[in-house]
């Protein structure tokens, strides 16, 4: 029920604080704010996918959660700053602040137990099967077939 009730009141919040802030600073001032914090999100979003990317496939372990959830949350912070609306802002701009991002880390893993992950590498797990395919496509179905027998086709 909380659920619906946040699905509810975000868009309001944004709402109001367009109406309220525009009514401050100006329909142009509010236009610009909206295109440059998207800018920035963006930005943030193309910068860290990439590294988020090479930290995950470089697999390091237990080691590597802090980095990447460092990358995540600023991730997450991209995201709300492309998001058009002043609160969504706020909480993206309050993400990029080091010391709220290792807070909000602690208080995350206070919460979660990680057991730990491996890749498998090597032997395939024993309930895998490989096996090979090759697709059969009907002579109704290629490119330039015909449906017709072949005693009737146009050479």
């Known amino acids: 029920m909380w659920v619906f009730a946040l699905l509810l009141a975000w868009p309001m919040l944004e709402i109001g604080l367009f109406v309220?802030?525009?009514g401050w600073i100006g329909l142009w001032a509010t236009l610009a704010w909206v295109i440059l914090s998207a800018m920035?999100?963006?930005?943030?979003?193309r910068g860290l996918g990439m590294s988020a990317l090479r930290e995950v496939r470089g697999g390091g372990g237990i080691a590597a959660l802090q980095p990447m959830a460092h990358s995540a949350l600023i991730m997450l912070s991209g995201i709300l700053l492309v998001l058009p609306g002043f609160f969504t802002d706020f909480l993206g701009l309050l993400l990029l602040v080091p010391f709220v991002r290792t807070g909000l880390i602690a208080l995350l893993a206070s919460r979660v137990q990680v057991h730990g992950f491996a890749a498998r590498r090597g032997q395939p797990r024993a309930d895998w099967v490989e096996a090979e395919y090759e697709e059969v496509v009907p002579e109704r179905d290629k490119i330039g077939g015909t449906t017709q027998p072949s005693k009737w086709r146009e050479d």
Do not use: R
């Open 20 to 22: 309220v802030v525009g």
């Open 40 to 45: 920035l999100g963006i930005a943030l979003i």
